[in-house]
T-cell receptor, first 111, second 118 residues
Framework: SQKIEQNSEALNIQEGKTATLTCNYT??????LQWYRQDPGRGPVFLLLIRENEKEKRKERLKVTFDTTLKQSLFHITASQPADSATYLCALETGANNLFFGTGTRLTVIP | GAVVSQHPSRVICKSGTSVKIECRSLDFQATTMFWYRQFPKQSLMLMAT?????????EQGVEKDKFLINHASLTLSTLTVTSAHPEDSSFYICSASPGGRFSNQPQHFGDGTRLSIL
């Protein structure tokens, strides 16, 4: 069966450290992988998109890697801040804009 | 740019009521919009793809007669939950992409509608 698993439901880290979130998938062949941020009671907000032929993508303090052999994406937030506290969702796109979401990791950055 | 507005943000109503949720793309035209449902501590689940001027495409297990979708214009899609029951209580979210369905661009989400059926 198809699965998208994010490594942990919750992750607590100290301010200033690097947060690393994991997204693993099985039985999908995504063309794209996307990461979103979701705050409580709000819709997801797009952060980064990485294509299947790309290894790494960066945007300011964010970095995403995509390994289609391991079927895994890593999402890093460097120099984390309390304002980065939110739920982070990975989503696979297999085509035609249909997105399949993981269950999310709730990140808490402790001051 | 690329703002998606969803209304209402919260609905509380009695069992048996029909509820309409609106999703608007404010600064772009959207030939395709998507409707998701999210239960507490669970992932967003795609319910249906709303296509302007044609019938919606529903995911497996989603009752099309229960969740009526109308996409009458390039900026508005509506989801009507008919004869809602407590098990329909959930967080409903819509999304759209400025580039259209095959553009492979990120989707922009509304802020969701919290539906509570008593």
């Amino acid at each position: 069966s198809q699965k998208i698993e994010q490594n942990s439901e919750a992750l607590n880290i100290q301010e200033g450290k690097t947060a690393t979130l994991t997204c693993n998938y099985t039985n999908y062949s995504p063309a794209y992988l996307q990461w979103y941020r979701q705050d409580p009671g709000r819709g997801p907000v797009f952060l980064l998109l990485i294509r299947e032929n790309e290894k790494e993508k960066r945007k300011e303090r964010l970095k995403v890697t995509f390994d289609t052999t391991l079927k895994q994406s890593l999402f890093h937030i460097t120099a984390s801040q309390p304002a980065d506290s939110a739920t982070y969702l990975c989503a696979l796109e297999t085509g035609a804009n249909n997105l399949f979401f993981g269950t999310g990791t709730r990140l808490t950055v402790i001051p | 740019g690329a703002v998606v507005s969803q209304h209402p943000s919260r609905v509380i109503c009695k069992s048996g009521t029909s509820v309409k949720i609106e999703c608007r793309s404010l600064d772009f035209q959207a030939t395709t919009m998507f409707w998701y449902r999210q239960f507490p501590k669970q992932s967003l689940m795609l319910m249906a793809t709303s296509n302007e001027g044609s019938k919606a495409t529903y995911e497996q297990g989603v009752e099309k007669d229960k969740f009526l979708i109308n996409h009458a214009s390039l900026t508005l899609s509506t989801l009507t939950v008919t004869s809602a029951h407590p098990e329909d209580s959930s967080f409903y979210i819509c999304s759209a992409s400025p580039g259209g369905r095959f553009s492979n661009q990120p989707q922009h989400f509304g802020d969701g509608t919290r539906l509570s059926i008593l």
